[in-house]
């Protein structure tokens, strides 16, 4: 009993350190995570997990770390241990499991997330416009295709991203171990900090002889990002908050990120001062320029901000100083991250986000800079390009419409590559516009009917006849508003606007009424003569009776010219006739005869019914045997030629 209270004492002495040892170890663990030390907060936290504590915090801090360092695999596995303990979490995290779990490939789980996310927040743009593009991948795979990508021939086993054009060359950023930055490291992702670099493009965009920009303008923390203007003597870039050998904190005792310009003077980049609209409690970064250089836009946390961080331009005054920042509003922005701005030679905004469908991560988007100063339609500029992993920093020559991009994707170099693309398809979204045309009584499809698609200026841009199963289809323009006319002998014309959006093909059907004919009574014109052998259609100069292909029923128009026969044959009692009735040779030459037998008969039961006697009429099909033009089988003809062989005769036989 003794020795078993010895053990017992043993066994508590011991379990009561390392309950010590773990809980000082979660102490540490959160103080780093904290500081955004998300490396070492990572390292304490899974040997935490290792000895099998479980916890609703700590995987969220895990999952967490692994996000905020774009290791989104990881963050999933984590995110997933978080709602196996408890599936009632904030939104925010139903949003970043999701974005996780497109980088693991599970796209239905993802937007099963997306669903409870959006359920939950019911205003967030994230989910809004998750809901309103249901069919994103389908939208995303129609944008997929345009680029042939590879990775540069720089990159190193480090992080190498955020390039630029500068004459001849690229500038880009790299944390790859050179002189004075050997062993210094960016607590966030235990990682060296970053320098800017400088290589020199190739014909085919291959890049040679990468080195350092230079030491006034690479500190002992992070540069990154930069744009030059089009002559090269200035340069915008984004540094942690160090200038003069003083580094500045926010009250949390971070160090965050500022946008510094310099000058070009005697061969190096000097004058280095910190634009006027930074500050030490927020972050901005990553800038861009206008086309015409008068506005500069930047990624920021400022206050205003609508997500985690917004796109923002500033305007670039005369004298050198700066407006006041703008948020480029919700047309872009969203609830999640907006970063990485570039403005293409073609007035385009192109930038990553994560807030809006895309394949996960960070996805490269685009918008073109309309003239008034707002933006159109955003879109995701689709694979390869894209990926589930973070693509961002695209850059585009507008000009050879070649460039380069940043990535984290599968089977890189480092933690992020630099790749160089060439775009061999614009971005001209396109759509079908198809549908049908039908009769409203007999709900058939009709034939024949001219279909005409003008601009919203009524200027004619294509005409098509619709065949046997009265469909139509154009190719059109997204984001464009169309007329639709149609036409057809019998039915009034309709006209109706069609505005084509970004989503799937458009399909719009249109339903014609045939005219109303009024019962008439015609005299017959006594200044034609009727004699045996003529035409009684034509001496009544009436039409030929066409029917609807392959079809035999009288059509009310075609009452309208019987009735002229009937009163011709009323007018002369012993009058005679021979209603030959004939088709178009498309269709068997056997069907043609059976058919054009049948309308004969029809026309024939047709009169007999208005009270004509039927030893009076005699009537014959002759199929295809008598056409009257070229349009014989195997000879391409238009629906009009086609129309004028199937036609019926009155042949008067006896007065």
Request: positive net charge; glycine residues 6%; hydrophobic residues 35%.
């Amino acid at each position: 009993m003794k020795l078993k209270k010895i053990l017992t004492a043993i066994f508590l002495f011991f379990f009561f350190l390392n309950g010590n040892a773990q809980k000082a170890l979660l102490s540490k663990a959160e103080k780093e995570y904290n500081d955004y030390a998300f490396a070492d907060a990572i390292s304490m936290y899974e040997k935490a997990a290792a000895n099998g504590y479980q916890d609703e915090k700590m995987f969220q801090r895990l999952g967490n770390a692994y996000y905020f360092n774009a290791e989104l695999a990881k963050a999933a596995g984590w995110y997933e241990k978080l709602f196996a303990l408890n599936p009632k979490q904030e939104p925010e995290y139903y949003y970043r499991y999701a974005q996780s779990l497109k980088t693991t490939g599970d796209y239905a789980k993802a937007d099963k997330m997306l669903n409870e996310f959006n359920k939950i927040t019911n205003t967030d743009s994230r989910g809004i416009l998750f809901e309103n593009n249901k069919n994103y991948l389908e939208q995303i795979k129609l944008n997929s295709g345009r680029f042939e990508i590879s990775p540069t021939n720089i990159n190193s086993e480090h992080s190498d991203f955020g390039s630029a054009f500068l004459n001849n060359s690229l500038v880009f950023t790299s944390a790859r171990h050179i002189g004075k930055k050997e062993g210094k490291t960016f607590k966030w992702t235990n990682k060296s900090f970053t320098n800017l670099y400088v290589a020199t493009i190739k014909a085919d965009g291959s890049l040679d002889n990468a080195v350092l920009l230079n030491d006034e303008i690479n500190s002992k923390f992070n540069e990154s990002t930069p744009v030059f203007t089009k002559d090269g003597k200035t340069m915008y870039f984004t540094r942690n908050n160090f200038l003069d050998g003083k580094r500045g904190k926010d009250d949390k005792n971070i160090t965050l990120l500022k946008l510094y310009k310099a000058d070009f003077v005697a061969r190096k980049w000097t004058n280095i001062k910190e634009l006027p609209f930074n500050s030490d409690r927020y972050s901005t970064a990553h800038p861009a320029l206008s086309l015409d250089e008068k506005k500069l836009y930047f990624a920021s946390d400022m206050p205003g901000t609508l997500g985690q961080s917004d796109l923002f331009s500033v305007t670039i005054n005369a004298d050198g100083t700066f407006g006041k920042p703008e948020n480029l509003g919700k047309g872009i922005n969203t609830e999640g991250r907006e970063t990485f701005p570039f403005i293409s030679g073609d007035n385009e905004l192109y930038f990553a986000t994560d807030g809006r469908p895309g394949l996960g991560g960070l996805d490269i988007f685009v918008s073109k800079i309309l003239d008034n100063g707002t933006y159109d339609r955003v879109q995701n500029i689709g694979e390869p390009v894209n990926t589930s992993f973070d693509d961002f920093a695209f850059i585009i020559d507008s000009n050879t419409r070649k460039g380069y991009f940043s990535s984290n994707k599968k089977d890189g170099v480092g933690n992020d590559d630099i790749y160089k693309f060439t775009e061999t398809k614009k971005m001209v979204c396109e759509r079908t516009l198809t549908g049908t045309i039908l009769d409203s009584k007999a709900n058939e499809p009709i034939e024949g009917a001219k279909v005409t698609l003008l601009d919203d200026k009524n200027q004619v841009l294509g005409e098509i006849t619709t065949a046997a199963d009265g469909t139509y289809s154009f190719t059109v323009n997204c984001n464009k508003n169309y007329l639709i006319k149609v036409e057809r002998k019998q039915y009034p014309a309709k006209v109706s606007p069609v505005a084509i959006a970004y989503g799937l093909d458009n399909k719009l059907d249109f339903v014609l009424e045939k005219e109303k004919v009024a019962a008439i009574a015609l005299p017959l014109p006594v200044v034609k003569k009727i004699k045996i052998g003529t035409d009684l259609g034509k001496t009544l100069n009436i039409s030929m009776i066409y029917f609807d292909l392959g079809k035999a029923d009288i059509t009310e128009s075609a009452a309208v010219e019987l009735e002229k026969i009937f009163a011709a044959m009323q007018e002369y009692p012993s009058m005679k006739i021979d209603i030959r009735s004939h088709t178009d040779s498309r269709s068997s030459a056997k069907s043609n005869m059976v058919l054009s037998d049948k309308r004969a008969k029809s026309i024939m039961a047709w009169l007999v019914q208005k009270g004509i006697d039927a030893n009076r009429l005699k009537g014959k099909g002759y199929g295809e045997s008598k056409l009257l033009n070229k349009c014989k089988d195997g000879v391409k003809c238009s629906e009009e030629q086609h129309l004028v062989n199937r036609r019926s005769e009155f042949l008067i036989t006896s007065m």
